[in-house]
Nanobody, 121 residues
């Protein structure tokens, strides 16, 4: 099993920055991709950004491009999300996600417990 521990959420003013961190523990050797999702009140969880750990290839949701930067460390199985130019529309619970290879064409998905990010206007 894999456990994900997030940190770095909190309250920030509009235009400010926050950095979220996530560390995997347990059986982490097969983790090859890590990501961040967020969930707005009353909405489904949605994708924010992903990093492929072996080559640092990243993918972003359109609304965060140019403001958020995801990074990953393959050796330590960690990921960070640097969030700049935050607006109240970024207020959400942010979840760390890890994808692990479980055999041919099989993947296991793991989630952190979530960390609240609140941006005041």
């Amino acid at each position: 099993q894999v456990q994900l521990a997030e940190s770095g959420g909190g309250l920030v003013q509009s235009g400010g920055s926050l950095r979220l961190s996530c560390a995997a523990s347990g059986r982490t050797s097969q983790i090859y991709s890590m990501a961040w999702f967020r969930q707005f009140p009353g909405k489904e969880r949605e994708f924010v950004a992903r990093v492929k750990l072996s080559d640092d290839i990243t993918v972003y949701e359109d609304s965060v491009k140019g403001r958020f930067t995801i990074s990953g460390d393959d050796a330590r199985k960690t990921t960070d999300l640097q969030m700049n130019s935050l607006t109240p529309d970024d207020t959400a619970v942010y979840y760390c996600n890890a994808v692990s290879s479980a055999g041919a064409d099989q993947r296991d998905y793991y989630w952190g417990q979530g960390t609240q990010v609140t941006v005041s206007s």
